[in-house]
């Protein structure tokens, strides 16, 4: 069988060597050579995608292993289930785009070269992470991954961009250093031997005293919700949004950071599911707390990444609250969260970022009446605003209802709360909207009259029409999300059983 | 024509598409387009009501299912659409008056140059308006409420140019979306008690749900009819609302939005019929009635709601002096119209013995027998249990199960004979089945009346159930849905049997380990569905059952 899947790794990051290997001649054809590379790494991924048994969805599939290091037991182990499906087929789309939108970011070509090898090699962390199926794996991933994107932040984008990644790079690196303790403490505690590190061998066979499981439980736990931006471990997230550029950003929050959710669904809940339990009711007072203190934050902020960033924070918090109320109705709809958030927010970024490129500002007190201008964007910003407060039609709702009336079961005070961010999402999503798009018309600058071009269309376009085809047929993805829900809230109830 | 009622969906959604896709193209004819796709509506409107009329009173309703729209493993949603006079009348309410305001409005904008635009957004409200009244699930409905919404903001904000008129558009979507709050309460409560959200098993769950519940449900929803039809607290929005075009006003605030509230409270009939304190608050606020409590206390409600409701009163009256307060005997819990539903999910509670071995009532034998969903088996599992031919007992139960999927065939799917979603779904009715019986060898003894007796059992323990986990309040037992995770992961499309090679399966025609068998197993019990996949479904449904009644097979 053809290895998709190390196809699929391997690619972005040939790809990327190959950018910086480039002669100077070839430098003006370098974003048709990134472009090109991730849309043969689109073909590749579909073609893997028609190939997948939906039927089977909980179990791996494309499984490949190889030997690594066999001293320590750890494998190359990679294979995807149907959460793994979804979110690599986010890496596979968010990335072309961000590639496109920005297409005309930099006029220096050696520059260029730097970013996109950037994109392309974090492309390829992105598409392993999500196929790891050893825990050492993904931790190597996952430590890996901080270098191109430190770099992608700190050396493109606004002025206080070193701050930024600094402050990003620090974070993040004290949540893997915890992770790394708990990782080194699963190879003692573990079966050991050729495969002591796969996750379908930790499942379910660890011999943990309670006060151990529920501190790799924390570490694990730790790591991710720092890199899914949860309260209180966020503040680094609206630094980087404001600093890095739009596309970066877009990348970031629409994949990279789902890395924190599908942690916690692959490992931390499926290896401790009892100390997962234990920990459910402290952590989803943390999501609701995340849910609203985002949302209230959204709507005080001025400049509009911060603000996008703030409802990030607001939404991953939904996202967590559907993962650890453990029911299979929320279960599903957190994971289609994670798929519909990428394509919301990644647009809403996109989208921002063409209006800063318009005016070189993200102020929203700065615009006004552009509606009356460029009604095409304004009608596109509108959509993709309104898929942000989860409106019915567009994808995300319907994976923010199936959180909210799925946990309602265990978790009811904590949905009523969480469901006054209804009324917040409106709230910070309709002002911008005011703010920027309606009033009179202003002035007409020439760079500022400028409507969506062909190639922004390019961009959002497809997002958007995702994003009403999951909202109106939404069965085409849960239908792959089905069966691992099932298997993970199955290994919680196991756990309460025999408690 | 009452099975192409989608189509007045379609059509004005086709056309808001169109004129928004195509822009300026479309601005020499675009607002007829506009009339033609709502005129349509209203056709396909009038047809079916004609063809209803000439169907007989009981049976009018008809529910077409279009596709599946959550097809999770616990939460199924389908978007079906419930075409029954209550609907068609709002329907021709909506898109004969839409009709007129499309007319009017041909000529009131006449000089906007985005006449266009307008067309489209009125073209999206009466679509997403026609959603909320013709849906057959709340989830659905929730779908065109929200719908409406965002129509009603572009409307008004039609001419957001002025800042004024854009902070009335806002204004409007914000209180309306706290209204929705209160639905997506009720959803969850619902959804908790139910373990659905269509109507036809809400309605038919209804009477088994505590007051409290029902009570809870009913103010959740009453907040969003107060949203939606501004009323006391959030009726502030509908002044500012006025901004909009003058045909924007005559259509949302006048004709058909607010109107969206009252609907959903006569949807939700059954919620608010178990629900009395619910239903003064609804009463006293309708006509500003200033105690709405004690409305209900001097029993006006009675004499409105019929003469039926008066032997509800003497019981509770009886019950209060007794200090408890089992549920009311109704004497409209009629026994089911066909014979054949007497098996199957709807088991009565008398059917399976006598009578004095129902649940201790004291109305017990006045009691008829009432359908109840097979989830509520409470009183008939234990005895179930020691019913020396439990396995043939469960293969009646699946039996009856597929003679209702042949009497929906035959047309017979009044709404008095729906049964439940669950057991539309194929597969998923065995192991529905399968699930009521899941925990018998866990019931407790049995008393001398062949009720379980009243020491608690194993899995009413506080920290077995999840809600006593979080430390919230456990729901009824009753409610409780079994735990079906590992059970449940898979639909009719896809039922494949799991590679797991460490538990061994048992496909149809192989031996089974452990020597001759018994009893039929389940798998045979249940008839053939159809082809390759039929098959592979009763494999799967066999090895599941298995591990939920061991020793069974």
Known sequence: MFPFLTVLVALPALGAALLWALPASALSRVREIALGITVVEAVLFVIMALQFDKCDAGAFQFSETYAWIPQIGTRRALGVNGIGLLMIALAVILVPLAILAAWREDKVPARRRHYLALVLLSQAFMVGIFAARDVFLFYVMFEAMLIPLYFLIGSFGGAQRRYAAVKFLLYSLVGGLIMLVAVVALYFVGPGGEQAFLTDNLTGTLDLTTTQERLMFLAFFLAFAIKAPMVPVHTWLPDVAENARPGTTALLVAVLDKIGTFGMLTLCITLFPAAADWAAPVIIVFAVISVIYGALLAIGQKDMMRLVAFTSVSHFGIMVLGIFAFQQTSVEGAALYMFNHGLSTGALFLLVGFLIARTGTADVNAYGGLQRIIPVFAGTFLVVGLSALSLPGLSPFVSEIMVLVGAYPVASVAVIISAVSVVLAALYILLTYKKVFTGPAPEAEPATARDLTLRERLVAWPLVGLMLLLGFVPAIAIDYLREPSADIVAHVTAEEANA | ?553
């Open chain 2, 1 to 553: 024509m009452q099975s192409l009622i989608w189509l007045a969906i379609a059509l004005p959604l086709a056309s808001a598409a169109v004129l928004l896709c195509l822009g300026r193209r479309a601005d020499a004819w675009g607002h007829w387009l506009g009339v033609a796709a709502s005129g349509g509506a209203f056709l396909v409107g009038l047809g079916a009501l004609i063809e209803m009329l000439g169907k007989p009173a009981e049976e009018r309703a008809l529910d077409t299912t279009l596709y599946t729209f959550i097809p999770g493993g616990d939460l199924h949603v389908d978007v079906g659409l419930l075409a029954d006079p209550l609907s068609i009348t709002f329907v021709l309410l909506i898109t004969f008056v839409g009709t007129l305001i499309h007319v009017y409005s041909v000529a009131y904008m006449e000089h906007d140059k985005d006449r266009r635009r307008f067309f489209a957004y009125l073209n999206l409200f009466v679509a997403a308006m026609l959603l909320l009244v013709l849906a057959d699930s709340y989830l659905l409905l929730f779908v065109g409420w929200e719908g409406v919404g965002v129509a009603s903001y572009l409307l008004i904000g039609f001419w957001n140019y002025k800042p004024e008129y854009a902070t009335a558009a806002n204004k409007a979507f914000v209180v309306n979306r706290i209204g929705d709050i209160g639905l997506i309460i009720a959803m969850g409560i619902m959804f908790t008690t139910f373990g659905a959200l269509d109507f036809a098993t809400i309605g038919e769950l209804a009477g088994n749900a505590s007051t409290a519940t029902l009570t809870a449900a009913g103010l959740a929803l009453l907040l969003a009819a107060c949203g939606k039809s501004a009323q006391f607290p959030l009726q502030s929005w509908l002044g500012d609302a006025m901004a909009g075009p003058t045909p924007v006003s005559a259509l949302i605030h006048a004709a058909t939005m607010v109107t969206a509230g009252v609907y959903l409270i006569v949807r939700s009939a059954p919620i608010f019929e178990g629900a009395p304190n619910a239903q003064a608050r609804r009463r006293g606020r309708g006509c500003h009635h200033p105690d709405a409590r004690r409305t209900d206390r001097h029993g006006e409600g009675r004499h409105q709601e019929g003469a039926r409701r008066l032997d509800d009163v003497a019981d509770r009256l009886h019950d209060a002096r007794r200090g408890s307060r089992p549920r009311r005997v109704r004497l409209r819990d009629l026994p089911p119209r066909h014979a054949r539903l007497l098996q199957g999910g709807h088991v009565p509670g008398r059917w399976l013995g006598h009578a004095r071995h129902e649940r201790p009532g004291r109305y017990a034998p006045l009691r008829c027998p009432q359908g109840r969903d097979g989830r509520h088996l409470g009183d008939v599992r234990p005895r179930l249990a020691r019913h020396p031919r439990c396995p043939a007992v469960l293969g009646l139960l699946v039996q009856g199960q597929d003679h209702r999927v042949r009497l929906r065939g035959r047309g017979m799917a009044a709404v008095g004979l729906r049964p439940h979603r669950a057991h539309r779904r194929g597969p998923h009715g065995l192991l529905h089945v399968a699930s009521v019986l899941h925990d018998l060898p866990r019931q407790g003894p049995l008393d001398r009346r062949g009720s379980p007796a009243r020491e608690p059992r194993a899995h009413d323990r506080a920290d077995d159930h999840p809600r006593g986990r979080l430390g919230l309040p456990r729901p009824h037992p009753r409610h409780r849905r079994p735990l079906l995770a590992l059970a449940r992961a898979g639909d009719r499309s896809c039922r494949a049997p799991r590679a797991r090679a460490a538990r061994p399966r048992h496909r149809r025609g192989h031996a089974h380990p452990g020597g001759a068998r018994r009893h039929r197993s389940l798998a045979e019990v249940r008839p053939r569905r159809g082809p390759a996949g039929g098959a592979v479904g009763v494999a799967r449904d066999h090895h599941c059952a298995q591990r939920l009644l061991p020793g069974l097979g």
